[in-house]
Protein backbone atom coordinates (compact mmCIF):
# COMPACT_ATOMS: atom_id res chain seq x y z
CA UNK A 1 0.00 0.00 0.00
CA UNK A 2 1.52 3.54 -0.77
CA UNK A 3 0.31 5.90 2.20
CA UNK A 4 -0.18 9.50 1.99
CA UNK A 5 -0.53 12.10 4.90
CA UNK A 6 -2.81 15.15 4.20
CA UNK A 7 -1.10 17.64 6.86
CA UNK A 8 -2.22 20.80 5.22
CA UNK A 9 -4.29 22.00 1.71
CA UNK A 10 -1.53 22.91 0.13
CA UNK A 11 0.22 19.26 0.47
CA UNK A 12 -2.64 18.50 -2.22
CA UNK A 13 -1.68 19.10 -6.09
CA UNK A 14 -4.49 19.97 -8.40
CA UNK A 15 -4.07 16.34 -10.18
CA UNK A 16 -4.97 15.13 -6.09
CA UNK A 17 -7.59 17.67 -5.55
CA UNK A 18 -8.94 16.56 -8.73
CA UNK A 19 -8.60 13.23 -7.90
CA UNK A 20 -10.14 13.03 -5.07
CA UNK A 21 -13.16 15.22 -6.15
CA UNK A 22 -13.53 12.48 -8.32
CA UNK A 23 -13.50 9.84 -6.70
CA UNK A 24 -15.99 12.04 -3.86
CA UNK A 25 -18.65 12.46 -6.86
CA UNK A 26 -18.28 7.97 -7.26
CA UNK A 27 -19.06 7.74 -4.01
CA UNK A 28 -22.22 10.34 -3.81
CA UNK A 29 -25.14 8.33 -5.78
CA UNK A 30 -23.96 5.63 -2.92
CA UNK A 31 -23.86 7.82 0.73
CA UNK A 32 -27.41 9.32 -0.85
CA UNK A 33 -28.85 5.91 -0.98
CA UNK A 34 -27.51 4.50 2.22
CA UNK A 35 -26.61 1.17 3.22
CA UNK A 36 -23.77 0.49 0.96
CA UNK A 37 -20.61 -1.50 1.97
CA UNK A 38 -17.65 -2.27 -0.06
CA UNK A 39 -14.27 -4.25 0.94
CA UNK A 40 -11.83 -2.04 -0.11
CA UNK A 41 -10.32 -1.11 2.90
CA UNK A 42 -11.04 -4.32 4.51
CA UNK A 43 -8.30 -5.36 6.61
CA UNK A 44 -7.07 -2.79 7.88
CA UNK A 45 -7.70 -0.12 10.40
CA UNK A 46 -9.07 3.18 11.20
CA UNK A 47 -8.42 5.24 14.77
CA UNK A 48 -10.08 8.07 15.42
CA UNK A 49 -8.50 10.24 17.13
CA UNK A 50 -10.03 13.30 18.26
CA UNK A 51 -8.95 15.75 21.05
CA UNK A 52 -11.48 17.89 20.35
CA UNK A 53 -14.95 18.26 20.48
CA UNK A 54 -16.82 17.04 17.29
CA UNK A 55 -19.83 15.59 15.93
CA UNK A 56 -19.99 15.66 12.10
CA UNK A 57 -16.77 15.53 11.10
CA UNK A 58 -16.24 12.29 13.52
CA UNK A 59 -19.02 10.77 12.64
CA UNK A 60 -18.58 11.38 9.01
CA UNK A 61 -15.25 9.60 9.16
CA UNK A 62 -16.53 6.58 11.09
CA UNK A 63 -19.19 6.01 8.47
CA UNK A 64 -16.71 6.66 5.92
CA UNK A 65 -14.38 3.55 7.32
CA UNK A 66 -17.42 1.33 8.41
CA UNK A 67 -19.03 1.68 4.59
CA UNK A 68 -15.73 0.75 3.34
CA UNK A 69 -14.96 -2.03 5.30
CA UNK A 70 -12.46 -0.66 7.63
CA UNK A 71 -11.78 -1.44 11.51
CA UNK A 72 -12.47 2.04 13.05
CA UNK A 73 -11.67 2.57 16.49
CA UNK A 74 -12.53 6.08 18.45
CA UNK A 75 -10.31 6.95 20.87
CA UNK A 76 -10.88 11.17 22.49
CA UNK A 77 -8.14 12.31 24.66
CA UNK A 78 -10.48 11.84 27.56
CA UNK A 79 -10.21 8.02 28.37
CA UNK A 80 -6.30 8.16 26.89
CA UNK A 81 -2.91 7.80 27.80
CA UNK A 82 -2.86 11.75 26.63
CA UNK A 83 -4.86 12.26 30.09
CA UNK A 84 -1.29 10.76 31.43
CA UNK A 85 0.76 13.42 30.20
CA UNK A 86 1.64 10.64 27.20
CA UNK A 87 3.21 13.12 24.40
CA UNK A 88 1.52 13.21 20.72
CA UNK A 89 4.73 11.67 19.58
CA UNK A 90 5.06 8.86 21.87
CA UNK A 91 1.10 8.38 20.95
CA UNK A 92 2.29 8.20 17.56
CA UNK A 93 4.92 5.70 17.88
CA UNK A 94 2.77 3.78 19.70
CA UNK A 95 -0.18 3.41 17.27
CA UNK A 96 2.58 2.97 14.59
CA UNK A 97 4.10 0.08 16.72
CA UNK A 98 0.22 -1.83 16.09
CA UNK A 99 0.87 -1.07 12.56
CA UNK A 100 -2.76 0.60 12.16
CA UNK A 101 -3.02 1.76 8.43
CA UNK A 102 -4.52 5.46 9.34
CA UNK A 103 -5.28 7.87 12.23
CA UNK A 104 -7.72 11.01 11.31
CA UNK A 105 -6.10 13.08 13.79
CA UNK A 106 -8.32 16.54 15.07
CA UNK A 107 -5.65 17.97 18.27
CA UNK A 108 -6.37 21.66 19.56
CA UNK A 109 -2.59 22.82 18.36
CA UNK A 110 -1.84 23.91 14.75
CA UNK A 111 1.22 22.01 14.73
CA UNK A 112 0.23 18.82 16.67
CA UNK A 113 -0.57 17.56 13.25
CA UNK A 114 2.58 17.82 11.88
CA UNK A 115 4.40 16.01 14.99
CA UNK A 116 2.12 13.34 14.99
CA UNK A 117 3.20 12.99 10.80
CA UNK A 118 6.58 13.16 11.86
CA UNK A 119 6.59 9.33 13.40
CA UNK A 120 3.26 8.05 12.23
CA UNK A 121 4.77 5.78 9.05
CA UNK A 122 0.98 5.44 7.21
CA UNK A 123 -2.05 6.95 6.53
CA UNK A 124 -3.14 9.95 8.30
CA UNK A 125 -5.33 12.81 7.57
CA UNK A 126 -5.67 16.38 9.79
CA UNK A 127 -9.52 16.87 10.69
CA UNK A 128 -8.64 19.99 12.03
CA UNK A 129 -5.65 21.23 13.96
CA UNK A 130 -5.94 23.89 16.23
CA UNK A 131 -6.61 27.38 14.25
CA UNK A 132 -3.94 26.04 11.99
CA UNK A 133 -5.63 24.22 9.07
CA UNK A 134 -9.00 21.94 8.23
CA UNK A 135 -7.84 20.14 5.06
CA UNK A 136 -10.98 17.67 4.86
CA UNK A 137 -13.68 19.84 5.35
CA UNK A 138 -12.01 21.89 2.69
CA UNK A 139 -12.49 19.23 0.06
CA UNK A 140 -15.84 18.71 0.66
CA UNK A 141 -16.77 22.82 0.76
CA UNK A 142 -14.73 22.26 -2.71
CA UNK A 143 -17.34 19.77 -3.52
CA UNK A 144 -20.45 21.34 -2.74
CA UNK A 145 -19.41 24.49 -5.04
CA UNK A 146 -18.09 22.30 -7.52
CA UNK A 147 -21.81 20.65 -7.60
CA UNK A 148 -23.50 23.91 -8.26
CA UNK A 149 -20.83 24.73 -11.27
CA UNK A 150 -18.92 27.56 -8.45
CA UNK A 151 -15.52 25.63 -8.18
CA UNK A 152 -14.13 27.89 -11.11
CA UNK A 153 -11.58 30.52 -11.57
CA UNK A 154 -13.04 34.06 -11.57
CA UNK A 155 -15.97 32.69 -9.15
CA UNK A 156 -16.13 35.07 -5.66
CA UNK A 157 -17.10 33.30 -2.40
CA UNK A 158 -17.72 35.58 0.85
CA UNK A 159 -17.10 34.33 4.27
CA UNK A 160 -18.51 35.89 7.36
CA UNK A 161 -17.99 35.24 10.78
CA UNK A 162 -15.64 34.54 13.51
CA UNK A 163 -12.47 34.65 10.94
CA UNK A 164 -9.90 35.34 13.87
CA UNK A 165 -10.12 31.27 15.17
CA UNK A 166 -11.42 29.49 11.91
CA UNK A 167 -9.15 26.62 10.68
CA UNK A 168 -11.79 26.44 8.01
CA UNK A 169 -11.09 29.50 6.70
CA UNK A 170 -7.78 28.95 6.12
CA UNK A 171 -7.68 25.85 4.36
CA UNK A 172 -10.56 27.41 2.32
CA UNK A 173 -8.89 30.20 1.38
CA UNK A 174 -5.61 28.74 0.10
CA UNK A 175 -7.67 26.09 -2.24
CA UNK A 176 -9.83 28.70 -3.42
CA UNK A 177 -7.03 30.93 -4.84
CA UNK A 178 -4.91 28.16 -5.67
CA UNK A 179 -8.10 27.80 -8.28
CA UNK A 180 -8.08 31.37 -9.31
CA UNK A 181 -11.14 31.91 -7.00
CA UNK A 182 -11.58 35.30 -5.34
CA UNK A 183 -12.10 35.15 -1.43
CA UNK A 184 -13.34 38.57 0.97
CA UNK A 185 -13.46 38.06 4.39
CA UNK A 186 -16.16 39.88 6.39
CA UNK A 187 -15.71 40.62 9.56
CA UNK A 188 -15.36 42.98 12.77
CA UNK A 189 -11.29 44.30 13.58
CA UNK A 190 -11.97 42.10 16.57
CA UNK A 191 -13.24 38.80 14.77
CA UNK A 192 -9.57 38.73 11.89
CA UNK A 193 -6.92 37.10 12.80
CA UNK A 194 -4.01 39.26 13.61
CA UNK A 195 -2.05 40.29 10.17
CA UNK A 196 -4.44 38.95 8.05
CA UNK A 197 -2.73 40.13 5.12
CA UNK A 198 -0.44 37.13 5.47
CA UNK A 199 -3.52 35.66 4.39
CA UNK A 200 -2.94 36.63 0.53
CA UNK A 201 -1.50 34.15 -1.60
CA UNK A 202 1.77 36.22 -2.29
CA UNK A 203 2.56 35.28 1.61
CA UNK A 204 2.22 31.52 1.54
CA UNK A 205 2.26 29.97 -2.11
CA UNK A 206 5.72 29.21 -3.49
CA UNK A 207 4.73 31.12 -6.64
CA UNK A 208 1.49 33.04 -6.64
CA UNK A 209 0.70 33.83 -10.40
CA UNK A 210 -3.10 33.10 -11.19
CA UNK A 211 -4.18 32.95 -7.50
CA UNK A 212 -6.99 34.42 -6.99
CA UNK A 213 -7.06 37.56 -4.69
CA UNK A 214 -8.03 37.92 -0.77
CA UNK A 215 -9.71 41.11 0.70
CA UNK A 216 -10.89 42.14 3.75
CA UNK A 217 -14.43 43.66 4.31
CA UNK A 218 -16.53 44.79 7.53
CA UNK A 219 -19.93 45.36 5.77
CA UNK A 220 -21.61 42.48 4.54
CA UNK A 221 -24.36 44.18 2.95
CA UNK A 222 -21.72 45.67 0.23
CA UNK A 223 -20.20 42.06 0.18
CA UNK A 224 -23.50 39.90 -0.71
CA UNK A 225 -24.77 41.17 -4.08
CA UNK A 226 -21.68 40.60 -5.48
CA UNK A 227 -20.79 36.52 -4.64
CA UNK A 228 -21.31 33.49 -6.03
CA UNK A 229 -21.55 32.23 -2.54
CA UNK A 230 -21.50 32.97 1.00
CA UNK A 231 -20.24 30.78 3.67
CA UNK A 232 -21.55 31.50 7.40
CA UNK A 233 -19.08 30.65 10.40
CA UNK A 234 -20.06 30.29 13.94
CA UNK A 235 -18.82 32.40 17.23
CA UNK A 236 -16.16 30.06 18.43
CA UNK A 237 -16.97 31.36 22.51
CA UNK A 238 -14.68 28.01 23.58
CA UNK A 239 -11.96 29.87 21.92
CA UNK A 240 -12.07 32.78 23.04
CA UNK A 241 -10.58 34.71 26.31
CA UNK A 242 -12.82 37.27 26.84
CA UNK A 243 -11.39 40.13 24.51
CA UNK A 244 -13.13 39.18 21.42
CA UNK A 245 -16.40 38.41 22.55
CA UNK A 246 -19.30 40.21 20.81
CA UNK A 247 -22.78 40.54 21.98
CA UNK A 248 -24.32 38.05 20.16
CA UNK A 249 -27.96 40.25 19.01
CA UNK A 250 -25.25 43.05 18.05
CA UNK A 251 -23.50 40.79 16.46
CA UNK A 252 -27.03 39.47 14.77
CA UNK A 253 -28.01 42.87 13.35
CA UNK A 254 -24.61 43.47 11.67
CA UNK A 255 -23.30 40.70 10.23
CA UNK A 256 -26.26 37.82 10.39
CA UNK A 257 -27.33 36.39 7.44
CA UNK A 258 -31.58 37.19 8.07
CA UNK A 259 -34.38 37.78 6.19
CA UNK A 260 -33.46 41.32 4.41
CA UNK A 261 -29.98 40.13 3.76
CA UNK A 262 -31.12 37.30 1.42
CA UNK A 263 -32.56 39.34 -0.96
CA UNK A 264 -29.21 40.86 -1.56
CA UNK A 265 -27.39 37.55 -2.26
CA UNK A 266 -27.64 36.67 -5.98
CA UNK A 267 -30.26 33.78 -6.74
CA UNK A 268 -27.46 31.73 -8.15
CA UNK A 269 -25.76 31.88 -5.15
CA UNK A 270 -25.30 29.24 -2.58
CA UNK A 271 -24.84 29.73 1.02
CA UNK A 272 -22.47 27.48 3.02
CA UNK A 273 -21.66 26.70 6.80
CA UNK A 274 -19.40 24.15 7.68
CA UNK A 275 -21.54 23.82 11.38
CA UNK A 276 -22.36 23.16 14.46
CA UNK A 277 -24.79 25.99 13.25
CA UNK A 278 -26.37 29.21 15.70
CA UNK A 279 -29.84 29.38 14.49
CA UNK A 280 -30.92 32.71 15.05
CA UNK A 281 -27.29 34.45 15.80
CA UNK A 282 -25.09 33.99 12.56
CA UNK A 283 -28.01 32.33 10.08
CA UNK A 284 -32.20 32.91 10.39
CA UNK A 285 -34.09 29.44 10.06
CA UNK A 286 -35.47 31.52 7.15
CA UNK A 287 -31.71 31.04 5.59
CA UNK A 288 -31.67 27.57 6.21
CA UNK A 289 -34.51 26.97 4.47
CA UNK A 290 -33.88 29.06 1.55
CA UNK A 291 -33.19 26.82 -1.66
CA UNK A 292 -29.92 28.30 -1.88
CA UNK A 293 -28.58 26.79 1.69
CA UNK A 294 -26.40 23.81 0.93
CA UNK A 295 -25.76 23.32 4.75
CA UNK A 296 -27.27 19.95 4.66
CA UNK A 297 -26.06 18.51 1.24
CA UNK A 298 -22.68 19.99 2.87
CA UNK A 299 -23.33 17.27 5.80
CA UNK A 300 -24.21 14.38 3.00
CA UNK A 301 -21.81 15.18 0.51
CA UNK A 302 -18.90 15.00 3.82
CA UNK A 303 -19.39 11.00 3.66
CA UNK A 304 -18.63 10.87 0.55
CA UNK A 305 -15.78 12.85 0.74
CA UNK A 306 -14.27 11.56 3.80
CA UNK A 307 -14.52 7.87 2.14
CA UNK A 308 -12.34 9.55 -0.97
CA UNK A 309 -10.12 10.62 1.57
CA UNK A 310 -9.96 7.28 3.64
CA UNK A 311 -9.13 5.50 0.14
CA UNK A 312 -6.72 7.88 -1.04
CA UNK A 313 -4.74 8.02 2.42
CA UNK A 314 -4.47 4.00 2.47
CA UNK A 315 -3.30 4.17 -1.05
CA UNK A 316 -6.74 1.73 -2.10
CA UNK A 317 -9.26 3.05 -4.81
CA UNK A 318 -12.49 0.82 -5.25
CA UNK A 319 -12.25 -1.63 -7.72
CA UNK A 320 -15.84 -0.99 -9.02
CA UNK A 321 -14.28 2.97 -9.36
CA UNK A 322 -11.11 1.58 -11.23
CA UNK A 323 -13.70 -0.30 -14.15
CA UNK A 324 -15.17 2.73 -15.04
CA UNK A 325 -12.47 4.63 -15.34
CA UNK A 326 -10.56 2.59 -18.06
C1 LIG B 1 -15.49 23.50 12.30
C2 LIG B 1 -14.23 23.15 13.08
O1 LIG B 1 -14.23 22.26 13.93
O2 LIG B 1 -13.24 23.79 12.77
N1 LIG B 1 -16.48 22.51 12.33
C3 LIG B 1 -16.41 21.37 11.58
O3 LIG B 1 -15.41 20.70 11.52
N2 LIG B 1 -17.50 21.02 10.87
C4 LIG B 1 -16.00 24.87 12.63
C5 LIG B 1 -16.54 25.15 14.01
O4 LIG B 1 -16.28 24.44 14.97
O5 LIG B 1 -17.26 26.15 14.13
Redesign the pocket.
Known sequence: MSYRKLVSITDLSTDDLHTLLDLSEWFMPQVEEGGFKLDTLRGTSCILLFHEA?T??RASFEVAGKMLGSDTINMGSSGSSSEKGESLKDTALTLNAMDHNVVVLRHASADGIQIFANYFERGLLNA?SGLGQ?PT?ALLDALTLRRSGLLERGKRVAIVGDLRHS??MRSNLQLWSSLGMDTVLVAPPQLMPDGWEGLRPEYWAEDATGYGSVSWDTDIDRVLPDVDAVMM??M?RERMDGGYLTNSDEYSKLYGLFGHRLKKLPASAIIMH???VNRGIEISETAFLDPRCRITEQVTWGVASRCALLCWSCGRIPEMYSQTRV
Do not use: D, E, I, M
Open positions: SRTGHQRVLRQPGP
